[in-house]
């Protein structure tokens, strides 16, 4: 009887034709299995038996679950990208304000960074970025200034022993409105230790032996120049200044009625709109026949004993050039210098300061001229009250300081009659 013949499928593949093990045999069937499982999923996606709309809703499929997903997964990537993309904006917006403020410090390069705007809409830049404060420049000054300054910002008056019963009615009148935020430096040690006394904030230098001398000794106008050297601290400390005279009276807080849009705001020596503000002033020279009329621009000085000052490059560049030229020209008048490097246009040779500057509202901020050769005799003026008085108009300053308060403050209306508009 011949043996059982094995299929070709069961033999192996080689030459010898030994028969497949047990593990081939299965591993072979399951081959052939998978096979043909893929080639009927190709004849038959929908399988053999074929399923009526409906059945989906019983027999769903992950791929419609996974459709169901897509849009939800899509609208959240778009709400992604949509924040990315303001942040991104104001990201850009942040560069281009760092850009600026690089520019306005003097280290940006000479470019524009902005395009024009339609006509009628375009200004330019007036409030400069203010510097990043460096308080190792005084350490102890600034520990001061954090204790008595309100949102960065302090009045500053500049005083020694000379002018203590002026500076006591300067700092008792601060008190009454009710301002927290000011400061005394003191020039001698008298002064330093009569403003403890009177629980008013003060503050002594270091030793500084260019200061002190004049500190001790000199008179009004030497005290008055020194201020541009000592307000440079304060600025690099990152505060603005209102500096003051000790001449003038408090009757608002000031700082309710700044615009803090400029480098410099200081109250004018004009006395009425056109000297305060400025004015067309024609000069007449008949000798030019047809030419001989030329127009010039007049404003009266600003007050270099009441301005408010922020912590820019312009204004600390300001205090250099006047502090410079005071040490090098000693008989020069402060406020004079003080003007003439705030509005001296660059010409051959000399290159002028870039600053901004505002003029105070005279009504408010006024001088003693305004008060007493205008104010005092109009019926409705007489009913304004200013924020500030200053008496820089009169040399009897102590009798009329008295007689301001008075009126403004006690009420007495006939309190400023007997002065004359000027000084005897």
């Given at each position: 009887m011949a043996g059982r013949r094995e299929a070709p499928l069961m033999r192996g593949g080689g030459a010898s034709g030994q028969?497949?093990?047990?593990?081939?045999?299965?591993?072979?069937?399951?081959?052939?299995?998978?096979t043909l499982g893929c080639v009927c999923a190709f004849i038959y996606p929908d399988g053999f038996i074929s399923r009526s709309p409906d059945s989906a809703i019983h027999w769903p499929r992950r791929v419609d679950s996974v459709a169901c997903e897509t849009p939800k997964e899509v609208a959240n990537i778009k709400s992604q990208l949509a924040s990315l993309e303001r942040k991104n904006a104001e990201f850009r917006k942040q560069i281009d304000e760092l850009s600026m403020k690089l520019q306005m410090a003097g280290h940006g390069k000479h470019q524009a960074l902005y395009s024009a705007g339609p006509f009628g809409t375009v200004k330019a830049l007036r409030t400069n970025p203010t510097v990043m404060p460096d308080e190792s420049i005084n350490p102890r000054l600034a520990k001061i200034l954090q204790q008595v300054a309100v949102k960065k910002e302090l009045i500053v008056a500049v005083a020694n022993s000379n002018v203590k019963e002026t500076l006591e009615m300067w700092f008792t009148n601060i008190k009454r409105v009710g301002i927290s935020n000011y400061l005394v430096v003191a020039l001698d040690d008298n002064v330093e230790d009569f403003c403890k006394s009177k629980e008013v904030p003060v503050y002594r230098r270091d030793p500084d032996e260019g200061i002190d001398s004049i500190g001790k000794t000199g008179g009004n106008h030497a005290v008055s120049a020194l201020k541009f050297r000592i307000l440079r601290e304060f600025l690099q400390l990152g505060y603005s200044v209102l500096l003051s005279d000790i001449d003038i009276m408090f009757f608002q807080n000031p700082f309710d009625h700044l615009y803090r849009d400029s480098d410099i705001e200081s109250m004018s020596d004009g006395h009425d709109n056109m000297t305060a503000y400025g004015f067309n002033d024609v000069f007449d020279e008949p000798s030019m026949g047809w030419a001989r009329y030329a127009h010039t621009m007049r404003i009266w000085v600003y007050n270099s004993g009441f301005f408010f000052i922020r912590p820019t490059i312009p204004s600390i560049e300001l205090l250099d050039r006047v502090a410079r030229r005071l040490s090098r020209e000693p008989k020069s008048w402060d406020q004079a210098v003080f003007n003439e490097e705030l509005f001296f246009p660059s010409h051959p040779g000399y290159e002028g300061l870039h600053a901004s500057k505002r003029t105070m509202d005279i009504y408010l901020f006024m001088n003693s001229k305004v008060l007493f050769k205008t104010v005092r005799k109009?019926?409705?003026?007489?009913?304004?009250?200013?924020?500030?008085?200053?008496?820089?108009?009169?040399?009897?300053k102590e009798q009329r300081m008295k007689a301001v308060i008075e009126f403004?403050?006690?009420?007495?209306?006939?309190?400023?009659?007997h002065f004359p508009d000027g000084s005897e």
């Open positions: 028969p497949l093990s047990r593990g081939s045999r299965i591993a072979a069937a399951v081959a052939v299995g998978v109009d019926a409705q003026l007489r009913k304004l009250k200013p924020v500030i008085v200053h008496l820089n108009y009169h040399p009897d403004y403050v006690n009420g007495k209306q006939n309190a400023l009659e």
